[in-house]
């Protein structure tokens, strides 16, 4: 009986061996590489570079005091707004689990 199932192992390993190596797909009747198409490929089209956009209320080219200050108060109320929300992240990361009955 060990014969046997020592027998159908080499008999696999060598079937896969020659499955690996490409003798067995060599053997199977299909489509040669010849007749095969090939796939069509459509042109690329040429992307246009796009200037990112602005989150701040001014325009991208106003260098004025009064721009400036209005800026950075928009980016403070960002960052205030991003502190808000990774505190209120960090909070229910400390929820605590409800205990529940079955």
Known sequence: MT????????????GVGLWW????????PGASVATQQQATTTPQQ???TQQPVSDLPTASNDA????????SAAVDAQLQSLNTDSSNIDSS???KPV???F
């Open 3 to 14: 014969k046997w199932i020592i027998g159908l192992g080499v008999l696999v390993i060598v």
């Open 21 to 28: 190596s490409g003798v067995i797909s060599n053997l199977m």
């Open 46 to 48: 040429q992307t246009q």
């Open 64 to 71: 004025s005091d009064a721009a400036l200050l209005q800026d």
């Open 93 to 95: 990361m400390n929820d």
């Open 99 to 101: 205990s529940q009955e």
